[in-house]
Every structure is written in C-alpha cells, then in structure tokens.
C-alpha cells in the first residue's frame, strides 16, 4: 500500500511531506495541493504546498552537497545508483498502486513503468562508469600551423544542480531518466514533480534516500506551479533544466539563463501508410502506438496518413481492434481509462466536435463519461480540421486519405512539432528516403513511435523540443567539457 511499510515517514496525516537535506518536512506554509483521482474525480492524495523559501534552502544545500558527491568515486556513485534501483523494483507493489490512483494509469503497466525505470537506472549506472571514465587526448601537430609541443586532456565534469521536471504520465520514469544521469555524472538534483504524478515521485525518491545518497544531493519539492514554478525554473543556482511536458517548456526555455536545457514537449507523430504495407501489422501498430495509455504519450500515433487505395481495408481492421479494447478502471487493467483530468477531456471533446462540424466520419459514436472518454477513430479527416493538427492527449485518433506519398510527407512537415513519426512499408529504400524526408527526431520503419529502449536516443525537434534524450546524451548533456593543456618546451614525438 502507498504510505505505508518502509514509506510510513513520507507521510504526515493525510499529507506526504517533501525531502529536503536529506529529511521528509511538513512545509511551513501550512498549505497542501489536492490531487484528484481521473477515474473517481475525488481527492486522492494530498501533497505539502512548498514555499519559495523552502526552495531557496532546497537549493542551497543542492550546491554544497553537489560539491561533495563530485568528488565521490564513480565507482560509489554507481554503486549508489545500483541500490537505489534494486530498493525501487523491490517496492514496485506500492510506487505502482500510487500511479493507479493520481494518474489512472493500468495496473499492469503501473509495474511496468516502475520496473523499466530501475532498469533505467541500473543502465545508466554503468554507462556512465564507461563514459565518464574516459577522456580524449589530443595531439596538437594535427591541426596546420603547430608542432607537436601541446598535449590536450579532455574530460567531463559535472554542471552543478539539474532541475528536473518530468511530465504526469510517466512520473517515475521521466524523472529516473533526468535523475540518474545527472548522479552519475556527479551533479545534485532537484525534483519538481507533476501534480498529479506527485506521490508516485516521492516514492520514488524515497528508494533513493533508503539507498543512502548524501543529505541534500536530491531534493523533492511539491508545490502549485503558479506559486513556486517560474521561481525554480529561473532561480540562478540551477545550472541545467531537464524538463518534459507541453508548451510550458516553451516559456521555461525563453525564461531561463545561459544553461543547458534539455524539453521534450510533445509531438504529433504521424503514422504514414504506403499501398505495399502489412495492413494486419499496421493496424495492431495504430491501437498499440495510438490508444495504448488512452493515448496519453508524447510518441503516440496521433494522425494516420494512409494512401486512398488501401485506407477502407485499413480503417475496417482497425475499427475491429477498437471494437476489442476494454474501457473502465485502471485497476482492472482496462485499455481506455480516464484522461488526466476534466479540463483534458473538455480539450479532447473540442477537438471531436470541432471534427463532427466539419464533417469527419465517426468510426464508433463519441461518448464520454467524466473524464473517461471511449476510443474513437476518425475517418476522412481533412487538414481544415483542429485534430489534423492539434495534439488531444486522449484515445481520439484522426485518419487522413492522401493521395501521394509526398503528401504524408508534407503534412508531417508541415506541423509545428517533430517528435517522431513511422511509415510502412515492405521496400525498405522507399522507408530510408521517406524516413530522411520527415522532419522528426526519429522515424520508426514498420513499427509504432516509442522513445525506448531508453538508451536509444530520442528528441525532438521544432516546438517538440531541445537536446536529445536517452541514456548516454542525457549523461553528455549533463556534464561540460574540460580541458588541460601540457605544453611542451620542445616538440616531442613517441617514437615506438
Ligand atoms: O510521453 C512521452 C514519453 O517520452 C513517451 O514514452 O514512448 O515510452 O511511451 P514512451
């Protein structure tokens, strides 16, 4: 059970506390943060409203402790991270249940979500003992104009303090892969988790404050966003902001100073579907890749693009998947559970009815009750249409007919956002040119979009955001590079 066993000190009343120096606090304001359950639009959890002040403590001890843990062993470092990861699969049972109840997302995929992230940080465990562990030596006689009289030593030190911000749908996961690498490569981390999402994150962090990291280094601060957000993203101790979400990252990037960012702010991946393609492949791909999670995923198939001559055999198969998936509560591992939150559902409902006055056509009948609303295909969408372009974040998904390959390409192109996107096929050349053709981070040939294995590298590009993503970049992302010369008083050569 959430709250209880080894996390009984995470909680105080009926409100979990926030960690700071190495301690779990009740906040001094006196004020908490409701976080209302999406399936039963009641009060779940409740979690401390942080001050300012706190943050500002928050931050002062991140900088001592930072500098400290940088000159820990990586070996140590590593080490650390190993136990906090065995503590997090150990304790998935309850992590798992939290994210049942404040994010509605299935059981099953709760534990999956807990169990990839501790593999996540074992990954980035010994990644970063192999990256950070070598430098480059360079020569100076090969660059025109030098002899060989300078010696050039290269390595990769810490930032300093990591803010991580991770996104409501993947709280656990999304905040290991902004925490763990940022403690391998020797920087303190500060943890803003989403409000809903909240009391999974302060589990987690609970794994590695039992894992015995040092007072301080990690900190978990909740609050309103309104009341401590701006403050922590533009506060001048934090050397690095690695942040997932929507366009708020948009404003956060303008806002912050000269550090390195690393946003991921969604996408609107378009699935591209040539004459010549598996149809059984991708229709399993479209309900896998568009309605897994209720279609809450940045690398969700959000718009289908399939040429006319194949799209009613298409639209027929996967109208019969749709027909299959299981509607109702996460705990019983329903496909389609509730969206986040009723404003999200209201988003989504706009952008359904937005399509029915244009003249879509409804594959199943719009319905929706509360905040969960049942898997719809839309057929013959048109690009005049909000969904044609627009993100819902929700079991909705829209087909466009297209009469030419370029024409996919160009209405992938033509979107603001360039997450990921996938085509089919069986020639796999016309993939490649397709593929070097959409402005996206990544294409997926024959399969759905999806950011893992967590050591691929994965980003974004126009409004989906900057630096990329995985394992080993998020590692570099979170160091700078430092140099020592030796310079010689004569040129010197090893002769062998
Ligand atoms: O929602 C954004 C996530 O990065 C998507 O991750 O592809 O593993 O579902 P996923």
């Excluded at 534990?111 to 010994?126: F, H, K, N, P, W």
């Excluded at 809903?196 to 007072?215: I, N, Y």
């Excluded at 229709?283 to 718009?303: E, H, L, M, P």
């Amino acid at each position: 059970m959430a709250g209880t066993g080894i996390f009984t000190e995470i909680l105080d009343g009926e409100v979990y506390k926030y960690y700071s120096d190495g301690e779990w606090r009740t906040s001094s304001s006196g004020k908490s943060v409701a976080i209302v359950n999406p399936a039963t639009r009641k009060t779940q959890y409740k979690v401390q409203a942080c001050t300012q002040e706190e943050v500002n403590k928050v931050m002062e001890m991140a900088k001592s402790a930072q500098k400290s843990w940088a000159k820990t062993p990586l070996w140590k470092r590593a080490e650390l991270l190993h136990k906090a990861a065995a503590i997090l699969k150990d304790n998935k049972a309850p992590i798992a249940e939290s994210l049942v109840k404040e994010i509605a997302k299935p059981a099953k995929d709760s534990v999956t979500e807990v169990v990839r992230s501790g593999d996540l940080i074992s990954y980035c465990a010994e990644e970063g003992v192999r990256i950070l562990g070598e430098g480059k030596f360079l020569l100076s006689d090969s660059f025109p104009g030098n002899e060989r009289t300078k010696y050039c030593l290269t390595s990769k030190i810490p930032l300093g303090v990591v803010l991580a911000i991770p996104p409501f749908n993947y709280p656990v996961n999304l905040a290991v892969s902004k925490i763990a690498p940022a403690l391998i490569a020797g920087n303190s981390l500060v943890l803003k988790p989403p409000t809903q999402g909240a009391v999974s994150c302060l589990h987690m962090v609970h794994c590695f404050h039992l894992a015995g990291f040092p007072k301080g280094l990690i900190s978990c601060i909740t609050g309103k966003g309104s009341e401590i957000g701006d403050f922590l993203t533009m506060h001048p101790a934090v050397n690095c902001i690695s942040f997932t979400g929507g366009d708020t990252g948009i404003s956060i990037s303008k806002k912050a100073g000269m550090i390195p960012l690393q946003m991921e702010l969604g996408g609107k991946d378009a699935c591209i579907v040539l004459e010549d393609a598996d149809l059984d492949l991708v229709a399993s791909n479209i309900i896998k890749g568009g309605f897994s999670y209720s279609g809450q995923r940045c690398t969700a198939v959000k718009v289908v693009l399939v040429m006319e001559s194949v799209a009613d055999e298409l639209v027929e198969k996967v109208k019969a998947k749709v027909a299959k998936l299981t509607v109702g509560p996460p705990e019983e591992n329903c496909d389609i559970t509730a969206v986040v939150s009723e404003s999200s559902a209201n988003f989504i409902e706009g952008l359904v009815m937005d399509a029915k006055e244009k003249g879509a056509t409804f594959c199943q009948e719009y319905k929706r009750e509360g905040n969960l609303i049942w898997p719809l295909l839309l057929d013959n969408v048109r690009p005049d249409m909000r969904i044609a372009w627009e993100e819902p974040f929700g079991p909705v998904l829209p087909v466009l007919r297209i009469s030419s390959v370029e024409e996919g390409i160009n209405h992938c192109n033509a979107s603001n956002f360039g997450l990921q996107g996938c085509v089919f096929t069986k020639d796999i050349n016309k993939a490649m040119l397709i593929s070097d053709a959409m402005e996206t981070g990544t294409v997926q040939i024959n399969s759905a979009p999806a950011r893992g294995p967590d050591h691929f590298p994965f980003q974004g590009l126009k409004d989906s955001g900057i630096g990329s993503q995985g394992v080993t970049n998020s590692i570099n992302l979170m160091t700078k590079v430092k140099t020592t010369v030796i310079n010689l008083p004569t040129p010197s050569y090893s002769m062998g």
